[in-house]
């Protein structure tokens, strides 16, 4: 049972445009039977957890609700919920909500969807164990970040699919890192 942020990346670092399209990414061929891909990741994943402008643009793009497990959106505000789907809405520090997170991901893993800042949040508390990226040839010179804060990785593994460069990193906790020597 792991924590891991999975997300789709310019090569200069975004996941999406300042007003949130992802029309760069569905520009390139990508094999969802392929290596790395996310119908294998999903299945693995118990639970989700999200930021607001994630959770809306899921609103907003799909045509229906795509997930049965446990959905965390982090918010200050109230926000929608699709009929039948299992969004429980949260706030504050990630430390005070990820026990209930992972007790709710059951054996499996959970997906910290994004967005990047999300994903920092948790790593800076120690509590992300994988960052998988996969890379679209497309520089986008501005957007939103993939993650907006200092983060020490080890390699794990990279593969080609299709359009993308797609690689799987070790999050490196603090004491590993050399300023923290
Ligand atoms: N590249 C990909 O594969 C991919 C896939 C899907 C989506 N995306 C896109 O990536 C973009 C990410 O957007 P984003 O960078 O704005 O990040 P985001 O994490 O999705 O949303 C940020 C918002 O989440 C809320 N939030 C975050 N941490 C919180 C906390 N600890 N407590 C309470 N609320 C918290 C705040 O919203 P409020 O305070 O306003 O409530 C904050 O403004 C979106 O455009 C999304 O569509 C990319």
Redesign the pocket.
């Known amino acids: 049972m792991a924590t891991h942020f999975y ?3 310019t090569l200069d670092g975004f ?2 445009t300042l007003d ?1 399209s ?1 029309e760069w ?1 569905f520009a390139h061929d990508f094999d969802l039977e392929g290596p790395m891909a996310y119908p294998a990741f999903i299945e693995g994943v118990g639970a989700l957890v ?9 609103l907003r793009n799909e045509q229906t609700w795509g997930y049965t497990q446990p959905t965390w959106v ?4 109230e926000l929608p919920v699709p009929e039948g789907a299992d969004v429980r809405f ?5 430390q005070d909500l990820h026990e209930a997170i992972t007790a709710s991901a059951g054996e499996r893993d959970v997906w910290v ?6 994903a920092g ?1 948790f790593a800076e508390a120690g509590l992300l164990d994988e960052f998988w990226v996969q890379f679209a040839p497309v520089m986008l010179g501005e957007g ?2 993939l993650l907006p804060r200092r983060l020490d990785l080890e390699l794990i593994d990279t593969v080609r699919n299709r359009d993308f460069v797609c690689a799987r990193y070790r999050v490196r906790p603090t004491a590993e890192r050399p300023e923290a020597a």
């Open positions: 997300r789709a990346s996941i999406a949130h992802l990414l999200m930021g607001a402008s994630t959770y809306e643009w899921l982090l918010t200050h505000r949260a706030q504050g520090k990630v969807v994004g967005g990047g800042d999300l949040q939103r970040p």
